[in-house]
């Protein structure tokens, strides 16, 4: 027995699959936490270590700092343009 055209039509699926809205708000919260700490926390721990190597502290520690922050910062802005998209 054939089906009809509106059972068979699959409905539009956006890039963000079926998640209700609070769960995409929590996710997109979790996606820019990480954004955000990751490369400061590893710029630090960077920086830090090659203060030990190379016996020029603080200066390595500040500048990967700084890099980690300027690196958070644009994946920020990169997550956040990627949000603002409309749903096709």
Do not use: Y
């Not at 809205?21 to 954004?35: C, E, H, K, S």
């Not at 500040?62 to 980690?68: A, E, H, N, R, T």
């Not at 994946?75 to 409309?86: A, F």
Request: aromatic share 6%; with cysteine.
């Amino acid at each position: 027995m054939p089906q009809s055209p509106r059972l068979s039509e699959k409905p539009s699926q956006t890039t963000h699959g079926s998640l209700s809205a609070p769960m995409l708000i929590l996710a997109t919260a979790l996606d820019t936490t990480w954004r955000l700490f990751a490369p400061t926390i590893g710029g630090t721990f960077l920086g830090i270590w090659l203060d030990s190597i190379f016996d020029i502290a603080p200066w390595a520690t500040i500048v990967c700092l700084i890099l980690g922050a300027i690196v958070s910062i644009v994946l920020v802005i990169h997550q956040l343009s990627n949000v603002r998209k409309p749903l096709k």
